[in-house]
Nanobody
C-alpha cells in the first residue's frame, strides 16, 4: 500500500506560480512512477505529468513548457512547479502512483491516489 498526501494548492492570479507537493509513504517510493492528474468541474480527470523512477518525464501538451515535475527520493516527495498559470489550469490536482512504466497518462493505470488539492487561477 502507498499513502499519498498532496499540499500546496491555493488561489493565484493568472500568470502566477504555485508549487504542489505530494508526500508518499508505505512503499519504496524510489521504485514508483509518479504522476499528477487534474480534474476541473464537470470534466474528466486528465493527465498532467509523469516522472519515472529513473527521472525521465512526460507532460501533457497543455502544460508543456510551463509545468515541471520532479521528485526527491530521499524525502519520498513528488513536486509540481506550475508557472505562467492560466484560468484553464483551475482544477483539483491529484498525485498518483503506479508500478507501471507504460500508459502513464491513463487514469486506469494508476494504482494509488491522493485526495487532491485545489488550485484556483483567477483573472
Amino acid at each position: 500500500q502507498v499513502q499519498l498526501v498532496e499540499s500546496g494548492g491555493g488561489l493565484v492570479q493568472t500568470g502566477g506560480s504555485l508549487r504542489l507537493s505530494c508526500a508518499a509513504s508505505g512503499r519504496t517510493f524510489s521504485r514508483l512512477t509518479m504522476d499528477w492528474f487534474r480534474q476541473a468541474p464537470g470534466k474528466d480527470r486528465e493527465f498532467v505529468a509523469a516522472i519515472y523512477w529513473s527521472g525521465g518525464t512526460s507532460y501533457a501538451d497543455s502544460v508543456k513548457g510551463r509545468f515541471t515535475i520532479s521528485r526527491d527520493n530521499a524525502k519520498n516527495t513528488l513536486y509540481l512547479q506550475m508557472n505562467s498559470l492560466k484560468l484553464e489550469d483551475t482544477a483539483v490536482y491529484y498525485c498518483a502512483a503506479t508500478t507501471r512504466t507504460t500508459k502513464l497518462d491513463a487514469v486506469w493505470a494508476m494504482d494509488y491516489w491522493g485526495k487532491g488539492t485545489q488550485v484556483t487561477v483567477s483573472s
